[in-house]
């Protein structure tokens, strides 16, 4: 199936001389960029918690060979500061980023796990 899409001169102009410094066809080129795109929009959204937990996760064998016992600071998905004291990088965080979600975790081999009580009534 063949499809026609229009473009302005100049973005061609720009397709065109990426295709030439690539060695391939201006068409090939923009298929590529548009596979791209798509795909990153596939990708699902993940709440900044996540992504910053997830973030931590994939960094964790990493920081412990370099920062094992300090905090780390993470904020949409990037590492943006360490420290020897949970509250002090928090503040210190909070004055360079504003109240945007923001985790500060210890940087262990043992995850930290919160109990959360709850009360049961029995009948």
Known sequence: MTAVIELDDD????????????????????????????????????PDSQRNWDEFCSKLPDLLQTHAGQYVAITKGQIVGFGGDRIA??????????????????????????HIPYRKTVR
């Open 11 to 46: 973005l061609y102009a720009m397709i065109e001389a990426q295709a030439k410094l690539r060695e391939v066809s201006p068409s090939i080129l923009a298929q590529q960029i548009l596979r791209r795109q798509l795909d990153e929009l596939q990708q699902p959204i993940l």
């Open 89 to 114: 990088l928090l503040k210190d965080m909070r004055s360079q980023y504003g109240r945007i979600h923001i985790l500060v975790t210890k940087v262990t081999p043992q995850l930290r796990t919160r």
